[in-house]
């Protein structure tokens, strides 16, 4: 589990992940006819989402979180061990698009087609990939897998946002597990009231109810 730095931490880590395994990928196919063009890769807030419209010639692929919901299936779990001494952790699914931009066909489509490849290999980032700062567990694995998203999804996301259109996928991490710092009692609170009366011989005597 990590802290609250996780869901940054998160797509942070994706951004470097792909930016590191782009370098040796265009490096060796630096030149002849299917030379790889540069590429930069960026997690984009929404103001500098707005901002991409107007961005400048570079090749870029950019990653952009836009939704965050518990996941369904850890919403209502319980410790194993019956135990409410910690507070189940807060289990998150963030939603990501990744976008490519160019004003050149063949490198945006080569960019995303690339991207998506090394996410089908490699679905999943572990400590050795997330970045410290959440500072995640040794036994923290997030997937990241494809979105299931019609052309009607994508086109109401793309609705909402400043940029038109660009060429672009979506993929869900999960299960982002964020601990919580508030300690529960390991034992319920128990009411119990005292009442004193007298037996027939005048002995008083002690009742609980």
């Known amino acids: 589990m990590a802290n609250v730095w996780a869901i940054h931490s ?10 590191d395994s782009y370098e040796p990928f265009s490096q060796a196919n630096e030149s002849g006819p299917n030379a790889v063009p540069d590429c930069t890769f960026k997690l984009l807030s929404s103001l500098a989402l707005d901002d991409m419209e107007s961005a400048d010639d570079d ?30 952790p807060l289990s998150l699914d963030l939603h990501f698009l990744m976008t490519a931009w160019s004003k050149n066909a063949m490198a ?71 601990e919580s710092e508030q300690v529960g009692s390991d034992l319920p609170v128990v009411a119990t009231r005292m009442v004193w009366g007298e037996l027939a011989e005048n002995e008083p005597v002690e009742r609980a109810s």
């Open 59 to 88: 090749n870029q692929l950019s990653i952009y979180l836009y939704r965050v919901n518990i996941n369904e299936h850890l919403r209502n779990s319980r410790q194993a061990n019956g135990s409410s001494q910690q507070k189940e």
């Open 10 to 19: 998160v797509g942070d880590s994706l951004v470097e992940y792909l930016r």
């Open 108 to 178: 945006e489509q080569l960019i995303l087609a690339w991207a998506m490849r090394q996410l089908h290999d490699h679905p999943l980032l572990d400590r050795s990939y997330l970045s410290a700062q959440a500072n995640w567990n040794r036994e923290d694995v997030v997937q990241i897998i494809p979105a299931e998203l019609t052309h009607e999804d994508m086109m109401r996301i793309w609705d909402t946002l400043k940029p038109a259109y660009r060429l672009s996928f979506g993929y869900v991490a999960r299960v982002v597990r964020i």
